[in-house]
């Protein structure tokens, strides 16, 4: 991360969104939110937004970035409802324990793939509505989508007895 640290400070004539999204995503995927957090705040100083890319990566950092701050900027810019940036944004809610948040975010979201249902059951799942859990579950089915491996995961989770 040094060296594209480095490469990436010497293209600054030439910085956008997509070398920023590349940083950003490098340092979550080394471990490092904080630095993350720290340039995408960077980014913005500079004046250059933050695409549905740049907001569906930053989402992962949850606990370097305020999820409802970053709600706010996704609202604004208008990609609450795209499928990524909706999906990893319900997903940083469940995360932090904030379910109803994370519900809200779900009915916005227009076109629902396995990973948005599968995230939203899992917030339930987290929390113990094992009501809510089911009637997501039986939504996927009318909605004419097919559950897959982490979908049913979830399920097991909702019914197998705890001690």
């Not at 590349?22 to 500079?46: D, P, V």
Request: one cysteine or more; aromatic letters at 12%.
């Amino acid at each position: 991360m040094e060296n594209a640290l480095s490469f990436f400070m010497s293209m600054h004539e030439n910085w956008n969104v997509v070398p920023w999204t590349a940083m950003i995503t490098g340092y979550l995927e080394n471990g490092n939110a904080k630095q993350s957090a720290e340039l995408f705040c960077w980014m913005s100083k500079e004046g250059i937004k933050a695409n549905h890319f740049t907001y569906s990566v930053t989402l992962t950092a949850h606990l370097a970035i305020s999820s409802s701050q970053l709600h706010a900027r996704v609202v604004k810019t208008n990609y609450e409802n795209i499928p990524s940036v909706g999906t990893a944004l319900l997903d940083a809610y469940v995360k932090t324990g904030k379910v109803e948040e994370a519900a809200k975010v779900f009915g916005v979201i227009e076109e629902k793939d396995i990973v948005a249902w599968s995230a939203m059951l899992a917030g339930y799942a987290r929390v113990g509505d094992t009501e809510a859990a089911v009637d997501v579950f039986g939504e996927t089915a009318k909605e004419g989508v097919d559950p897959n491996e982490f979908t049913f995961n979830y399920n097991k989770l909702l019914f197998t007895p705890q001690d």
